[in-house]
């Protein structure tokens, strides 16, 4: 079935470092592909979005781009920040109306000033 | 209010009750989404509602766990004696109907059983 694969954290990084967390997928067809953000005691945040191969998503600095040659999604960022601190998810649907998000288990991120 | 609203924030149960948890979507959206997250895991689908109608709820686990939307607005996940493996976080999520629209997530219910 279809699935997401992330990178295992925790990442820790100082600010104004470069992050890149990692993220693979298994799917058929053409799905979206997504990162979500979780800060501490809050819900889910959609942070970006790409929906066709070769699309990059970007939002607050961060990047990611849909590579359909090595099914990846990796998310960018050039210069982190302590406020990046958070849980991240990467996920997929096939874009469909009414079809689940399927989501990878988190990369949480801790950023130190 | 602007975003999807989920109460209670936090529910604690003894084995064995019945505990009803409820969700506001986003005002006009169609789509309803519950998932169940469990600690340090990503959120896993439970089932999704397209107005009143519930399409899919594949991701239920056991038959103890019933969700309803009857007006195609607010909805509630209804768990029917609680075990302690239901202990997780339950997150609704609402989207307009349309191809390739993100999600939109509540805060989400914390549900402890004891």
């Known amino acids: 079935g279809d699935s997401v694969t992330q990178m295992e954290g925790p990442v820790t990084l100082s600010e104004e470092a470069f992050l890149t967390i990692n993220c693979t997928y298994t799917?058929?067809?053409?799905?979206?592909l997504f990162w979500y953000v979780q800060y501490p005691g809050e819900g889910l945040q959609l942070l970006l979005k790409a929906t066709k191969a070769d699309d990059k998503g970007s939002n607050k600095g961060f990047e990611a781009t849909y590579r359909k040659e090595t099914t990846s999604f990796h998310l960018e960022k050039g210069s982190v920040q302590v406020s990046d601190s958070a849980v991240y998810f990467c996920?997929?649907?096939?874009?469909?109306?009414?079809?689940?998000?399927?989501f990878g288990k988190g990369t949480t991120l801790s950023v130190s000033s | 209010g602007a975003g999807v609203s989920q109460s209670p924030r936090y529910k604690v149960a003894k084995r064995g009750q019945d505990v009803a948890l409820r969700c506001d979507p986003i005002?006009?959206?169609?789509?309803l989404f519950w998932y169940q997250q469990a600690l340090g895991q990503g959120p896993e689908f439970l089932t999704y509602?397209?107005?009143?109608?519930?399409?899919?709820k594949s991701g239920l686990p056991s038959d103890r766990f019933f969700a309803e939307r009857p007006e195609g607005s607010v909805s509630t996940l209804k768990i029917q004696r609680t075990q302690q493996e239901d202990s997780a976080v339950y997150l609704c999520a609402s989207s307009s109907y349309s191809d390739n629209q993100p999600q939109h997530f509540g805060d989400g219910t914390r549900l402890s059983i004891l």
């Open positions: 996920a997929l649907t096939k874009g469909q109306a009414g079809t689940a998000l399927i």
């Open positions: 005002s006009g959206h169609v789509s």
């Open positions: 799917a058929t067809g053409y799905p979206s």
């Open positions: 509602f397209q107005n009143e109608a519930q399409l899919d």
